[in-house]
């Protein structure tokens, strides 16, 4: 079965990225890298990408101001470059702009450190220990017009423990994104297949 081109989106360090990358050494992975693009020249992800030998391309957002629309043409250019079939955002900083989102919806997931619909957008584990949550997690979804609002593709949960901070909980949480992103991945390519 051919593998679905798979471009990965990154602002930083870039451990969710590496974690695809891993899955995908796998020929029977239904995803082949093909391209790693960051909106930061500086992210560290780069140079993992790189070292694994996957084509990077760095777009730098501050040269386009606030014209977030002329930035993101200059990233569809790269991806359309590379053949991309679905993109995996992975630590991605930036708000994508409803023509970019309406370009790749439904080949466009994102992982999120919380159980949506809890917690949308920044600090999700401070706002889950705050309100005496027991659980915390991360889902992968679907990126639609809204900012973490698309359809939920799976979950993985966490205990929060007496004591916990931000940093404690989010070591716990990334140690299960790095797990459930590689799975949920597949089976967006799947959907994708089988034309949902
Ligand atoms: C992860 O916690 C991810 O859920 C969030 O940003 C973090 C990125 O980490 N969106 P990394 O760059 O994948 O290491």
Same mark, same amino acid.
Request: charged share 35%; proline share 11%; hydrophobic share 30%.
């Given at each position: 079965m051919r593998r679905l081109n798979l471009a990965i989106l990154i602002s930083g360090r870039g451990s969710n990225m590496e974690a695809l990358l891993h899955a995908a &050494?796998? $020929?029977? +992975?239904p995803a082949k890298p093909v391209l790693v693009a960051s909106n /930061? $020249?500086?992210?560290k992800g780069l140079e993992t990408a790189a070292a694994a030998r996957i084509p990077t391309a760095a777009i730098d957002h501050? @040269? +386009? !101001? *606030?014209d977030r629309e002329a930035f993101e043409r200059q990233l569809d250019a790269e991806l359309e470059k590379a053949g991309t079939e679905i993109i995996a955002l992975a630590g991605f900083m930036r708000v994508l702009t409803p023509w970019f989102v309406g370009k790749w919806e439904g080949r466009l997931v994102n992982i999120h450190p919380? @159980? @949506? $619909? *809890? +917690? /949308?957008? @920044?600090h999700t584990h401070q706002r889950a220990i705050e309100s005496g949550d027991a659980e915390g997690g991360c889902s992968v979804h679907w990126v639609s017009? !809204?900012?973490? &609002?698309g359809e939920v593709i799976a979950q993985a949960r966490v205990p929060i423990l007496p004591g916990d901070t931000e940093d404690t909980l989010a070591a716990r949480v990334l140690v299960e994104e790095h797990k459930l992103y590689p799975r949920a991945l597949a089976m967006a390519c799947e959907a994708i297949r089988s034309g949902k």
């Open positions: &050494e796998d $020929p029977a +992975y /930061r $020249p500086d992210a501050r @040269l +386009y !101001g *606030k919380s @159980l @949506l $619909p *809890k +917690y /949308r957008g @920044l017009a !809204g900012v973490d &609002e």
